[in-house]
């Protein structure tokens, strides 16, 4: 089997994340709701995990990163929390719906001023699109950092800092970037990031994170059990207490850690390059056979998107799965306004997202079979 869909989730793991995750399940204990010896195991594999993820994001003081079971909830989490604060908000980018139906929501129910402006172009970035979206001024700026149909990155460093000199918080969607590309939330001076463990972090599924400056607040969503302060009626103060109600994914966690392990030992440089010379070489190809390529150009992730006159993306995929044994996905990839922006609504695209443990030979084999496929079709 060739598997291309690690923009959805990475997969294979490393063999330390099945490790970690196993030995974890195997001493299942709550952290922080026992003195008894596996409650106390567990709270300290939670501490050394937040460690491992607060160093790997430039976070100075581990407390200010909380664990959620992915970046939809850490999303959630932002979007609903910083109310009723927030009376405005620009997004930019071509948001994922784990953003996008937040956002909505709170514009139909709670009459949030919501405005999308997607300012990255063929030509490079339109700065000024930019500005005019932030003179209007926004409570907060929403930044999708790359795009999960056509990988395109957004010039992240900048735009957070316009941001914030014009008086707004800013909150990034790290879904395709994080643990692809460096990121020192610190030093991009970030009041909240969202990331999956799952994904480029080669993390379990069901665990991810959500980054909060220490000068920055949310309401939490989720009440209940902490571990601490149990006698007051309210969420504690203390961090990330506040954010971690209830039973942790220990298991989750631990796989976590170790995921960004293994990239540390790899390096993020050697990861990212890998990922793009892959990218390269089936954009070669795809050109060779005269598909339609989306994302092509700039800066930009592993992920790219491609279709083929006259073929339905999400029944060519399964095609490329019940036939060759290949892995993608086809459809709109649960981002609907980057579709409307390339014309794709109707057919969607076929989404083609390698990964650390690709090689040349299982695009190759993507390449061949689709070659045999549009022979077939002629």
Same mark, same amino acid.
């Given at each position: 089997m060739?598997?291309?869909?690690?923009a959805?989730?990475?997969?294979?793991?490393?063999?330390?994340?099945?490790l970690?995750?196993d030995?974890?399940?195997?001493?299942?204990?709550?952290?922080?709701?026992?003195?008894?010896?596996?409650?106390?195991?567990?709270?300290?594999?939670?501490?050394e995990?937040?460690?491992?993820?607060?160093?790997?994001?430039?976070?100075?003081d581990?407390?200010?990163?909380?664990?959620t079971?992915?970046?939809?909830?850490?999303?959630?989490?932002? !979007?609903?929390?910083?109310?009723?604060?927030a009376?405005? !908000?620009?997004s930019?980018?071509?948001?994922?719906?784990?953003?996008?139906?937040?956002?909505?929501?709170? #514009?139909?129910?709670f009459g949030?001023?919501?405005?999308?402006?997607?300012?990255?172009?063929?030509?490079?970035?339109?700065? #000024?699109e930019?500005?005019q979206?932030?003179? $209007?001024?926004?409570?907060?700026?929403?930044?999708?950092?790359?795009?999960?149909?056509?990988?395109?990155?957004?010039?992240?460093?900048e735009?957070?800092?316009?941001?914030? #000199?014009?008086?707004?918080?800013?909150?990034?969607?790290?879904?395709?970037?994080?643990?692809?590309?460096?990121?020192?939330?610190?030093?991009?001076?970030?009041?909240?990031?969202?990331?999956?463990?799952?994904?480029?972090?080669?993390?379990?599924?069901?665990?991810?994170g959500?980054?909060?400056?220490?000068?920055?607040?949310?309401l939490?969503?989720?009440?209940?059990g902490?571990g601490?302060?149990?006698?007051?009626?309210?969420?504690?103060r203390?961090?990330?207490?506040?954010?971690?109600?209830?039973?942790?994914?220990?298991?989750?966690i631990?796989?976590?850690?170790?995921g !960004?392990?293994?990239?540390?030992?790899r390096?993020?440089?050697?990861?990212?390059?890998h990922?793009?010379?892959?990218?390269?070489?089936?954009i070669?190809?795809?050109?060779?056979?005269?598909?339609? !390529?989306?994302?092509?150009?700039?800066?930009?992730?592993?992920?790219?998107?491609?279709?083929?006159?006259?073929?339905?993306?999400s029944e060519?995929?399964?095609?490329?799965?019940d036939?060759?044994?290949?892995?993608?996905?086809?459809?709109?990839?649960?981002?609907?306004? $980057?579709?409307?922006?390339?014309? $794709?609504?109707?057919?969607?695209?076929?989404?083609?997202s390698?990964?650390?443990f690709?090689?040349?030979?299982?695009?190759?084999?993507?390449?061949?079979?689709?070659?045999?496929?549009?022979?077939?079709?002629?």
């Amino acid at each position: 089997m060739v598997y291309l869909d690690n923009a959805a989730t990475s997969w294979p793991k490393p063999e330390s994340v099945y490790l970690a995750t196993d030995h974890a399940l195997r001493r299942a204990a709550n952290p922080g709701r026992g003195g008894h010896r596996f409650s106390r195991d567990a709270a300290a594999r939670v501490l050394e995990a937040r460690e491992v993820v607060a160093n790997f994001f430039g976070v100075s003081d581990s407390r200010n990163i909380i664990f959620t079971g992915g970046a939809t909830e850490s999303l959630n989490m932002i !979007i609903y929390g910083i109310l009723p604060a927030a009376r405005s !908000i620009v997004s930019v980018g071509c948001e994922h719906n784990a953003l996008w139906r937040p956002l909505c929501d709170i #514009a139909k129910r709670f009459g949030v001023k919501v405005e999308y402006v997607s300012p990255l172009k063929e030509q490079g970035f339109a700065w #000024a699109e930019y500005e005019q979206a932030l003179a $209007t001024g926004p409570d907060l700026v929403t930044i999708t950092h790359a795009s999960n149909v056509t990988g395109k990155v957004y010039p992240l460093a900048e735009m957070a800092r316009m941001a914030k #000199a014009a008086g707004a918080l800013v909150c990034v969607d790290a879904a395709q970037t994080a643990g692809v590309v460096p990121l020192d939330f610190q030093e991009l001076n970030l009041d909240f990031a969202a990331f999956p463990g799952h994904k480029g972090l080669l993390g379990p599924q069901g665990i991810g994170g959500l980054y909060i400056a220490p000068e920055a607040d949310l309401l939490p969503w989720r009440l209940g059990g902490t571990g601490s302060h149990s006698a007051v009626p309210e969420a504690p103060r203390l961090r990330p207490e506040r954010f971690e109600a209830g039973t942790l994914n220990v298991p989750g966690i631990a796989g976590l850690a170790a995921g !960004i392990e293994y990239l540390n030992a790899r390096g993020l440089e050697a990861v990212s390059q890998h990922e793009l010379r892959l990218r390269q070489r089936a954009i070669a190809g795809l050109r060779q056979l005269e598909a339609d !390529i989306y994302g092509e150009n700039g800066n930009v992730v592993g992920v790219l998107s491609f279709n083929f006159a006259g073929m339905d993306s999400s029944e060519l995929a399964y095609i490329l799965d019940d036939e060759f044994g290949i892995c993608l996905r086809g459809g709109l990839h649960c981002s609907p306004r $980057t579709h409307q922006s390339l014309g $794709t609504m109707g057919p969607g695209t076929v989404r083609m997202s390698p990964g650390i443990f690709n090689t040349n030979e299982d695009i190759d084999a993507l390449l061949s079979a689709l070659e045999q496929l549009k022979s077939r079709a002629r």
